[in-house]
């Protein structure tokens, strides 16, 4: 019986484990596929709702293109980097170290999953709720994803639910998780 209720314990595990894990699985987006999610499900036209910049236009070391898009109190970026490890390393100093800052501070009051893993280059952090530190410092909703060398943002800095509607349309054509 013992041996039983061992084997049904780690199963049960295994399989809440698998389903966190899949939660995180997502497929690194693309400049292209990115635009289109813009365009299509925000309406944003480039040049007049949003802006590309490359090379020594982005302002950010060894970033290759940068995004800029806003839609009422969301904003949405994309960054592409020629090494996988510049973008993690720049996730990692710039939104995962601030993001783990506030949490342990207490600075946080909602939902949050985060993950990060050097080796890979890959991590990301969604949340819904409200912060209070340098990170942020209101409501917020959304998630920064790192994969492959792509780096997104898409975050609303409201708890109005046509914010959110936006995040979650633009995450959803570009199949990455929400939070």
Do not use: H, Q
């Not at 389903?19 to 036209?45: I, P, Q, R, Y």
């Not at 236009?57 to 839609?71: H, L, N, R």
């Not at 909703?141 to 936006?166: E, H, P, Q, R, T």
């Amino acid at each position: 019986m013992k041996k039983v209720k061992a084997l049904a314990a780690g199963l049960l595990a295994g399989v809440m484990l698998f389903s966190m894990v899949g939660c995180a699985n997502f497929k690194a987006t693309d400049e292209k596929s990115f635009k289109k999610a813009l365009e299509d499900e925000l309406d944003l036209e480039e040049d007049d709702d949003y802006y590309v910049y490359e090379d020594d236009y982005t302002w950010i070391d060894d970033c290759d293109t940068a995004i800029y898009a806003y839609k009422k109190n969301a904003v949405f970026a994309f960054y592409e980097f020629d090494d996988p490890e510049d973008a993690a390393d720049y996730f990692e100093d710039v939104y995962y170290d601030d993001f783990e800052d506030m949490i342990k501070d207490k600075d946080f009051d909602g939902k949050y999953a985060m993950s990060y893993n050097e080796k890979a280059a890959t991590g990301y952090i969604t949340f819904n709720g409200d912060a209070d530190s340098d990170f942020a410092d209101d409501d917020i909703y959304g998630g920064v994803y790192c994969k492959d060398g792509i780096l997104v943002v898409a975050m609303a800095y409201s708890d109005k639910s046509s914010d959110i509607d936006n995040v979650n349309a633009f995450l959803k054509a570009i199949g990455y998780p929400k939070p």
